[in-house]
């Protein structure tokens, strides 16, 4: 079993950033992908980025793509989520992700998830 916990949330202004963290426990997550989503009230989960074991692939959704920086770090059991340039639409919990093997866009490839971290933005 593999527990994730994230954390880096807030309110922001528009403009500005965010770091995302996302720590594993419970087990090593070695040959596991990372995936973020979003949520926003009234709206479906999303994909938002995703990220290969060995962190050589990284995969963005369009609307975030060239605002959003995803990472990782083995050593520590943890993936990290830069947000920049915030916009309102940002507005949302995000929520991390695990699963292993190969890496997906689909939240239902995914059977470990985070608790989520509501992120803010205001105009």
């Known amino acids: 079993q593999v527990q994730l916990v994230e954390s880096g949330g807030g309110l922001v202004q528009a403009g500005t950033s965010l770091r995302l963290s996302c720590v594993a426990s419970g087990r090593t997550v070695s040959g596991y992908a990372m995936g973020w989503f979003r949520q926003a009230p009234g709206k479906e989960r999303e994909f938002v980025s995703g990220?290969?074991?060995?962190?050589?692939?990284?995969y963005y959704a369009d609307s975030v793509k060239g605002r959003f920086t995803v990472s990782r770090d083995n050593a520590k059991n943890t993936v990290y989520l830069q947000l920049d340039s915030l916009k309102p639409e940002d507005t949302a919990v995000y929520y991390c992700?695990?699963?292993?093997?190969?890496?997906?866009?689909?939240?239902?490839?995914?059977?470990?998830w985070g608790q989520g971290t509501q992120v803010t933005v205001s105009s």
């Open positions: 992700a695990t699963r292993e093997g190969v890496y997906g866009s689909s939240r239902y490839m995914y059977p470990y």
């Open positions: 990220i290969t074991w060995s962190g050589d692939s990284r």
